[in-house]
């Protein structure tokens, strides 16, 4: 077994067999790899005993299921109207100079992805953004490169 | 508060729910009949905290009366409306509060379990809500009670806030609408009979108890009862979250929130209503005037509303499930068509024929994100006509 068949063994011991637990399986496959490959999503079918292409259109209908590669650290950026408003487009290329790429796309060392997104419900504290899990709120331009080089220095 | 009419109140974050005496709510509440607790929740005239505001009462009492054995509790916290954020507070302050009203509808329905939906973007605070939820089921068994929850996660899907579409994801699918009838409450999750409520409105729930039926009426006006958390955001000097009495004239709270240019309010968020400078006096903010999920986003005269307007289109270009032809066309063309007038591809007449698409999605669209999306696109277009044809 390989390495990954045997983390969705363990995903499917935890969560069942049920249609209910492809969500959970998903998120957590996520939460681990940053994204599900084209292979895990065939085991989680497998494992599952569903086909393929349930798991790829229920996977591809939401947001934070990223099917492509991503970096350890998917950057989400949001861009709410609020947002916009508060000064998104300086956040924004201060990351793309830091990171030396642009809105959708990954780090050669794949270390960072940048993504945008919708409202992260923080409009009381624009701009924000999403770094995996955590909220980062009330950026300026200094703010994003400092928490930028916390995570390289990592 | 400067505006004097504005009246606001500290019912919901309150903590009336600490250290031992964490449970006196519902230690009084599993010991009344339900039938009381409904008929205490009709009398209060509480109505859901989401937006759509259904009778609360009502619809536990359709629960109630349905014989199924198995029955669920959803408490809906996945709001992605565009600038709301009082969940997100209301969560992290008073969490036992929102437990403590989905174990009375628990109990008042015969449901022995509940789910709280949490929207992906507020997955950090799922260790500490774990943490809270653990002292919370120590004390109901404490109390001899059974009745357990659980979290679930979203994955970053806006029309999962619509009730059907959240159980299609709870039961691990494409988050997308069903059709009604059958409402959740005779076929819900796993097609049993399922509540569910907003965050808020399980806290309300809960204060109702706790409070009383005539407290709780004090507040608001005939046709909306209660108190409101707003989330105010945009051009102001102090975005937060405020509960304030429902029934309020948004002059007044513009008054009290501005930042004394306001040009407009976009009531309810995205999928609400935007209210123009001139309607601010007679625009009354409750079931009588624009019901709200809560979300105020002002725009002062230095904001084009052909921008916010564009935002919020690709806003529900972006989460339109697909499912249905109106919502996913509509919302694509409305995009390209605004544009094209902009840009001067279309004369402005063009105009009338998106109207006239947007009163189309509104009739047509299987469930209320297509429904609403002509709330925004009307209102706005109306009201600032100069500022999207120049």
Redesign the interface.
């Known amino acids: 077994m390989t390495e990954e068949s045997l983390f969705i063994k363990k995903l499917v011991e935890k969560y069942g067999k ?7 399986i ?2 957590a496959t ?1 939460r681990t790899y940053r994204y599900l490959s084209e292979s895990a999503m065939n085991e989680i079918a497998a494992q599952l005993d569903i086909s393929p292409a349930q798991v790829y ?2 996977a591809t ?5 990223d099917v492509e590669k991503r970096g350890k650290y998917v950057i989400r950026l949001c ?4 947002a ?2 508060k000064g998104k487009r300086e956040i924004q290329k201060a990351i793309e100079n830091t990171l030396k790429i642009k809105m959708g796309e990954t780090t050669p060392d794949g270390l960072f992805t940048l993504l945008e ?10 701009p924000s953004m ?1 770094i995996n ?3 980062y709120t009330n950026l300026t331009p200094e703010s994003v490169i400092e928490i930028i080089s916390d995570l390289q220095a990592r | 508060m400067k505006n004097k009419n504005l009246k606001k109140t500290d019912v919901i974050f309150s903590c009336c729910v600490s250290g031992n005496e964490k449970f006196p709510i519902l230690a009084g509440a599993i010991k009344k009949d339900p039938d009381l607790i409904i008929d205490e929740i009709i009398e209060s005239g509480l109505k859901g905290r989401g937006g759509a505001g259904f009778p609360t009462g009502l619809k536990w009492k359709f629960a109630a009366m349905n014989r199924s054995l198995e029955k669920y509790v959803v408490c809906n916290a996945d709001e992605g409306e565009p600038g709301t954020f009082k969940d997100r507070e209301i969560l992290l302050k008073v969490p036992e509060k929102v437990f403590a009203g989905m174990a009375i509808c628990g109990q008042v329905i015969g449901a022995k379990k509940g789910y709280i939906y949490l929207r992906g973007e507020y997955l950090f605070m799922v260790p500490k809500l774990y943490e809270i939820l653990d002292i919370f089921h120590a004390g109901i068994t404490e109390l001899g009670y059974d009745f357990h929850i659980s979290i679930l996660q979203g994955s970053g899907a806006y029309v999962c806030g619509e009730e059907t579409a959240l159980i299609e994801s709870m039961e691990g699918k494409r988050g997308e609408a069903r059709n009604k009838p059958p409402y959740p409450v005779a076929d819900g999750f796993r097609n049993k009979p399922t509540i569910i409520n907003n965050v808020e409105t399980f806290v309300n729930v809960a204060m109702i108890q706790k409070y009383g039926v005539a407290a709780f009426k004090k507040l608001g006006t005939q046709d909306s009862q209660g108190s409101k958390v707003f989330s105010v955001s945009g051009d102001t000097p102090n975005p937060g979250v405020y509960e304030l009495e429902l029934g309020m004239k948004l002059s007044d709270f513009v008054d009290e929130f501005g930042d004394g240019d306001t040009k407009a309010v976009q009531v309810g968020g995205a999928s609400g209503f935007c209210v123009p400078r001139r309607h601010f006096e007679e625009t009354i903010i409750g079931f009588e005037g624009i019901p709200t999920g809560g979300s105020m986003m002002l725009f002062n005269s230095s904001r084009s509303m052909y921008n916010v307007l564009s935002n919020y289109l690709d806003f529900f270009a972006d989460e339109s499930c697909g499912q249905c032809t109106p919502c996913r066309v509509g919302c694509q063309q409305l995009t390209v068509g605004m544009k094209a007038i902009k840009n001067g591809e279309k004369d402005a007449d063009y105009l009338n024929d998106l109207l006239k698409l947007a009163d189309a999605m509104k009739i047509t669209s299987k469930c209320g994100l297509g429904q609403s999306v002509a709330n925004a696109f009307s209102s706005i277009v109306n009201n600032f006509k100069e500022e999207m044809i120049y």
Request: proline share 5%; glycine share 6%; aromatic share 10%.
């Open positions: 049920s249609r209910e637990a492809l969500l959970p998903l998120q996520v259109g229920t209908f939401y947001t934070f299921l861009k709410s109207i609020i916009e408003m997104t919708n409202d992260i419900g923080w409009s009381d504290a624009e999403l899990e955590m909220p």
